[in-house]
Structures are given as structure tokens and as C-alpha cells.
Nanobody, 125 residues
Framework: QLQASGGGLVQAGESLRLSCVASGRTFGGYVMGWFRQAPGKDRELVALITWSTSTTYYSDFVKGRFTISRDNAKNTVYLQMDSLKPEDTAAYFC????????????????????WGQGTQVTVSS
């Protein structure tokens, strides 16, 4: 249902763009989130976008460096990652969570209903 791609090995300061293709259903009324998980750490929210209004939210540690966007025609959500740092190294996951009772700021992994497989991002110093 969700297929993530675009990870790779880059040097600090470089850029990557992750893609998440949604298939099998429509995601109107959903929030699309990007999470990341480094070894030994909890999965954390990177950014999210509402499918219907494109409202966005970024965690503080990526503000000004990452940009989330969506292309309705392609059923795809992107995460443009610029000025990458070694601490951005992690497996990145896309996820879809249904907006219930108007609550769109879905910050916890348990808020999400569908998950893609991870794509590894490694940033060398």
C-alpha cells in the first residue's frame, strides 16, 4: 500500500529526496507522515502533511532543512532532505494515519494505520 524509496549514502551537506507511493486505496482524510529510526532509538516523527489540505508539520530537528510535499496525481508524498547531517542517519518510513475528530497532528507511530517499508539514509561526515 505504501512503497518508500530514495534512500542512499551521501556526505554531510548533500541532499536526498525520498518518495512514498500510495496504492490500493485513496488516502483522502489521511495524514501522511515520514518517521525515522536509528539503531537503538525509538521511531520518531520527521514531518507530516495532510492529504486533503497539504497542511504540514516539521519536527524541530529538521526545520529549515527538510520539505515534505505531495503529488495527488501520482499518489506520492516526497521528503526533500537538504543539508544532511550525520545525525540524520536512520531508516526512514512513510506512514498514513486517519484523521479522527479533526486531530491531524499525528506525532506518534501508534497514530498511524499503514506503513511502508523503510529506506536507509546514511550520511557520512
Amino acid at each position: 500500500q505504501l512503497q518508500a524509496s530514495g534512500g542512499g549514502l551521501v556526505q554531510a551537506g548533500e541532499s536526498l529526496r525520498l518518495s512514498c507511493v500510495a496504492s490500493g486505496r485513496t488516502f483522502g482524510g489521511y495524514v501522511m507522515g515520514w518517521f525515522r529510526q536509528a539503531p537503538g532509538k525509538d521511531r520518531e516523527l520527521v514531518a507530516l502533511i495532510t492529504w486533503s489540505t497539504s497542511t504540514t508539520y516539521y519536527s524541530d530537528f529538521v526545520k529549515g532543512r527538510f520539505t515534505i510535499s505531495r503529488d495527488n496525481a501520482k499518489n506520492t508524498v516526497y521528503l526533500q532532505m537538504d543539508s544532511l547531517k550525520p545525525e540524520d542517519t536512520a531508516a526512514y518510513f512513510c506512514a498514513a494515519g486517519f484523521v479522527r475528530s479533526g486531530r491531524w497532528l499525528l506525532s506518534r507511530p501508534n497514530d498511524y494505520d499503514y506503513w511502508g517499508q523503510g529506506t536507509q539514509v546514511t550520511v557520512s561526515s
